[in-house]
């Protein structure tokens, strides 16, 4: 099965950035759908963003504009680039990676995707 390994989170002030990167370790990685979903304390997972295999983005509301989701096949990792975080960011970040493609909407919903990695916590200080 596929393993994800996400990093780079932190504890950073507002206006600061990161840079999450998200390794997996599946033979067809090129292939694959993913996606960044977040849970801030006693909220439920949000859909953060999404990169498909050919390329395309797709962003929440809330962060389309200061985060910029990107993949490197070569190296088989994702990234989440966080700029101009917010108090409102914190959260534990998720990776996500969908064997099957995913599409649209379809992107923002947590049951589409097959593998999860452990999660990495930014908190955002004011």
């Known amino acids: 099965q596929v393993q994800l390994v996400e990093s780079g989170g932190g504890l950073v002030q507002a206006g600061d950035s990161l840079r999450l990167p998200c390794t997996a370790s599946?033979?067809?990685?090129?292939?694959?759908?993913m996606g960044w979903f977040r849970q801030a304390p006693g909220k439920e997972r949000e859909f953060v963003a999404a990169?498909?295999?050919?390329?395309?983005?797709y962003y929440a509301d809330s962060v389309k504009g200061r985060f910029t989701i990107s993949r490197d096949n070569a190296k088989n990792t994702v990234y989440l680039q966080l700029n101009s975080l917010k108090p409102e960011d914190t959260a534990v970040y998720y990776c996500?990676?969908?064997?099957?493609?995913?599409?649209?909407?379809?992107?923002?919903?947590?049951?589409?995707?097959?593998?999860w990695g452990q999660g990495t916590q930014v908190t955002v200080s004011s």
């Open positions: 990169i498909q295999w050919r390329g395309y983005t």
């Open positions: 599946g033979r067809t990685f090129s292939r694959y759908s």
């Open positions: 996500a990676a969908a064997v099957s493609p995913i599409y649209s909407n379809d992107v923002r919903v947590m049951r589409n995707y097959d593998y």
